[in-house]
């Protein structure tokens, strides 16, 4: 079985002495056995020296473990030490070497060499770095917000996250997390009252509001005015994640979308009070993005989520015309299309992110990408692209089965890091 470990380690110590015995029997052997020709004009433009005859030897010997084969299988000559113009050493590994490298997942092996009077040391370290291939196009590139030296937390943006009911605070989390990891100034995350302290537990730099709910565990009409309250200000709002639906809650949803005078993103259950009367939309002029899944999307338009897969893209344009919204309609090759008939297919996800949680860190990204001064059809697209590319970072490490939302959210920043490169 192949040990797909994000690092290996080996180590090797060497007695001088040793080699100078074998070099001083059989050097041009020793010499032809182990070395590489560079290795050799190494070796010899030193002047033989057996300290850095034994170090090389100890290297090899280190990389060898880290490789998990020991010298055997993989050849003295296909493990090289090579130095830099400084005199670093590093590793340049060559066929069956390379080839075991790459069954192990590993990228690189770095090497350190030292020697003390009788002896010689090398230590080696292969690692997985959070690489992947993947080609970015400037259309992508060129939407992500720039941050100046001279700036503030209030320069990147407010944004509440409306979401959570009891059993249900995870999915405000994720929301809340993933807006701040996008670059968020300053996040709010507004939740039932009798989950204020819990939620106040798990987020530390999300700062935590709470609206009336009379110790139900979800919100009720009487969390209205909190609530309107707490989005005043802000940037850009997320609803849904969490919330529960019922007629109190689809009350709520209605009044929000009808009083807030900002972009709102609108996921999960938020989308499923939505759908009890989703002409409340024709009022509204200021931008609103939803992000369904098929089985939500399906519920908004009365119609089955087969019959959506069946249609992605028409449906989503569909959607997007007739209620003046930009839709994000998730799952493999997430669709984004805007009301000026634009239209994104997402190239970035994997099957690993069909797990809990995935669809509410998106809902924060793009609430924090609007918050950031970006235009909602820029965000969705861009929000879309970074958290896919945020899964498949995750699944390097995690493989598609073993990932889970937190494993998205921690990535978020090295997809942003990525898109940036
Ligand atoms: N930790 C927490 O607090 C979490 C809380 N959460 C919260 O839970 C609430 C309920 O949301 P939910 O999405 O789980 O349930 P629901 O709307 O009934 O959808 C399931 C239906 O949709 C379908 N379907 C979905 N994707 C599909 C696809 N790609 N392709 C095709 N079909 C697809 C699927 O169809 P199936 O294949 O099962 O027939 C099924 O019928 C919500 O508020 C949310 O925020 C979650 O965010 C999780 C973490
Ligand atoms: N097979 C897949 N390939 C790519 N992305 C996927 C796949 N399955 C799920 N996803 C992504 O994971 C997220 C799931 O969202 P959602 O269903 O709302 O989950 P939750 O409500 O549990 O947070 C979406 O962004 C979707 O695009
Ligand atoms: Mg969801």
Redesign the pocket.
């Known amino acids: 079985m192949i040990c797909k470990d994000r690092m290996s380690m080996g180590t090797d110590i060497v007695n001088i002495n040793r080699i100078k015995k074998i070099i001083s029997e059989k050097k041009s052997r020793f010499y032809d056995k182990i070395f590489t020709v560079k290795e050799i004009e190494y070796i010899s433009n030193g002047g033989h020296k057996y300290t850095t005859i034994a170090g090389i030897f100890a290297a090899k010997e280190a990389i060898s473990k880290v490789l998990g084969t020991g010298i055997g299988s993989v050849g003295w000559k296909e493990i090289e030490i090579l130095h830099c113009a400084s005199g670093k050493p590093y590793v340049n590994l060559i066929n069956k070497g390379k080839e075991k490298l790459e069954e192990l997942g590993l990228d690189s092996i770095e090497i350190s060499i030292s020697h003390e009077e009788d002896y010689a040391l090398a230590f080696a370290i292969g690692y997985r770095s959070n690489n992947i291939n993947i080609k970015i196009d400037d259309s992508i590139k060129k939407l992500l917000p720039r941050r100046s030296r001279d700036s503030h937390k209030g320069t990147y943006g407010r944004v509440a996250v409306i979401g959570g009911s009891r059993g249900m605070v995870g999915?405000p989390y994720?929301t809340s997390m993933a807006a701040l990891r996008t670059g968020t100034g300053l996040v709010y995350s507004i939740v039932p009252k009798s989950l204020e302290n819990i939620m106040s537990i798990k987020l530390t730099e999300v700062i935590v509001k709470s609206a009336e709910d009379k110790n139900k565990g979800y919100f009720t009409k009487d969390s209205l005015s909190d609530i309107l309250e707490g989005i005043e200000g802000m940037d850009a709002i997320a609803i849904g994640?969490g919330i529960g639906a019922d007629k109190e809650r689809t009350y709520l949803t209605e009044e929000i979308i009808n009083n807030y005078k900002g972009p709102i993103v609108i996921?999960?259950d938020g989308i499923n009070c939505l759908s009890i009367n989703p002409d409340i939309l024709y009022k509204r002029d200021q931008p609103i993005i939803i992000?369904p899944?098929p089985?939500?999307l399906g519920r908004f338009l009365g119609i089955s989520t087969k019959e959506i897969q069946e249609n992605r893209i028409y449906y989503s344009k569909y959607t997007s015309e007739k209620y003046n919204i930009i839709v994000a309609l998730?799952?493999?090759?997430?669709v984004v299309a805007s009301p000026k008939n634009e239209i994104y297919i997402n190239a970035t996800?994997?099957?690993g992110?069909?797990?809990?949680?995935?669809?509410?860190?998106?809902t924060g990204i793009i609430a924090s990408f609007i918050g950031q001064g970006l235009i909602p059809i820029d965000a969705a697209k861009l929000g879309?692209f970074c958290?896919?590319l945020a899964?498949d970072l995750a699944s390097i490490y995690k493989g598609e089965h073993g990932v889970i939302?937190t494993d998205i959210l921690e990535n978020i920043p090295y997809s942003i890091k990525k898109i940036q490169e």
């Open positions: 999915a994720l994640p996921d999960a992000t899944h089985g939500e998730k799952g493999a090759n997430t996800g994997n099957p992110m069909a797990t809990a949680g995935s669809g509410d860190l998106l879309v958290h896919g899964g939302a």
